[in-house]
Structures are given as structure tokens and as C-alpha cells.
């Protein structure tokens, strides 16, 4: 990895994103651009602050979390790592961000994020994980551990070139980052059978799971094969894709889970949100969002 994006905590002390960027790049010789972002609503609107004023707020802001940024870095090693700091006034952090990533090329785009079952993202959180050009790692709490473990979770249930190339995508990035992490790859997909045969009773269950298997198989092991991963480290199950990523992401103590992000449109996908959205609300692990 050469390029890192770290959106800065607004809690300053913590700063578990750029953490886990601070690992990489000392692995890998990756530079790090770490952004802070400031706002105070209605000074930009108002009608009564000249523009000196506003110019001033503006620059009062941004010294001040220079300042915490520069304190936070002086505390902790940061090696050999090159690091710039810019803060920002921007009130939408994420469209900033987006814009970055269409100006310069970045390997990954990484953002804390503490989740719980009963947690809501902010609209900025999803357009960042549904826009962005560049992978993006939502960091919750969880430390790494020694020789880790990173989960892709492929889409097999499609043969698009689009969906194709997202499977390709997403094992690419779960070697790469594996490599930068020392850790090991496993890879998942899970065959739902379809609501109607499991109503009208048209087909067993099982009999449907393993002709799934046996038709996926061939893809399986060119997958497998070309990203060189270990067949044991497949875990191919029946169920609905969230569910089924969460449990093995448990079962196998995965430090990241890398997925593909089919972003949709329509009112009701905005609503119920995909696969990865879902995955982010249940999952202990970081999650690395791939378009």
C-alpha cells in the first residue's frame, strides 16, 4: 500500500482509525493523510458577520484542532511513517472526501465508527460507504490481534462481469491487506434458496444447496486458485448472506471483514440497506467496504 486517507476522530484522543492505518503503514512504507474536519452551524449563513469575521471563526477553528492534531501525534510513535495533517472546514466531511478520492488515488479511506445493534449511522457515514471511489475501512473497537484473520465475502450468486470483477476486488484487497497485516485469508459465500421453493416445498433444501455447490464449484476453485488461497479457508453455507458473514466472521475471530457494496437506489434499498450495511450493524470486526 502507498496511499492512506484517515478521516481524524472528533474525539482526538482516541483515534482508532488512524491506529489501524499507523499499523499498515509502518508494515508497507504507505504515507498517511490525515484530515480533520471543523464547522459551526450558521456562521457561513449569517448576515451579520462580515466576511473578516467568518474569516476569522473559520481560522480559529481549524488552529484548534491543528493543535489537538499535532498534541495526539507528538504522544505516540509514529516511526518512519510520513504523515500530513490538513484540517478543513467543511460542514458534509464526506463530500470532501469523495472528492479527494476523484483527485488523487488512495488505497484505502479509513473512518471510526462504534457500532451497536441499536446504533444509527449518520446519512454522512452512508454516502461515504456508498459514493466513495476507494475501498473504505469502518473501524469499531476491536484491537487487531497477532496474526489475524481477514474474511472476504464473495458474491457467487451472480456471473455479471460486474459482479465478477467486485469478487476480484474484494480478494485483491483481502490479500493486500493480509500481507500489510500478517494475517491470514478466508473467503465466504452463502446460497440462499430461493422463498418459493422453500414455501411450496418444490425442492429440498439440501438437494438445492448442493447443486448450488456443485454449479458455483468450478468458479470457486478459479477464484481460489488465482488468488492462491487455501481451499480449508472456504466456507461455502446456506443462509441469508448478513446472517451467514456475521457467524463465520465469529466463528473464525475475523479482525476485518472485506464485502462488496451494490448500492440501490430505489426507496426501499434506501430503507432496509444492503448486504453491507446490514453486516455493519451486527459485526464485531472492522469492515472494509468495496464499490
Known sequence: MRELLVIADKDTTKQSAFFHALEIAKNTGAKIEFVGFVHAPGVDSSEILSHEEKRKVHHKYIDGKQAEIDSFLEGIDTGDVKIHVD??????????????????????VFKSGHRSETFLYTPSDWQLMRHCPEPVMIVGDKEWKEGGVILAALDLGSTSQRTLDLNEDILRQSIKLAKATNSDVHACYSIAVPKALADLDLIDPKTYEERMKSSLDPMIRKLVDDAGLD????????????????????????????????????????????????VLHKVSADVVVIK
Open 87 to 108: 484540517v478543513v472546514w467543511e460542514k458534509s466531511f464526506e463530500r470532501w472526501v469523495i472528492a479527494r478520492c476523484d483527485q488523487k488515488s488512495f488505497d484505502m
Open 231 to 278: 481451499r480449508n479457508h472456504l466456507h461455502l453455507v446456506s443462509g441469508k448472506p448478513a446472517r451467514e458473514i456475521c457467524r463465520i466472521s465469529q466463528n473464525i475471530d475475523a479482525d476485518v471483514v472485506i464485502l462488496g457494496n451494490k448500492t440501490r437506489t430505489s426507496l426501499r434499498g434506501r430503507l432496509l440497506g444492503n448486504t453491507a450495511e446490514n
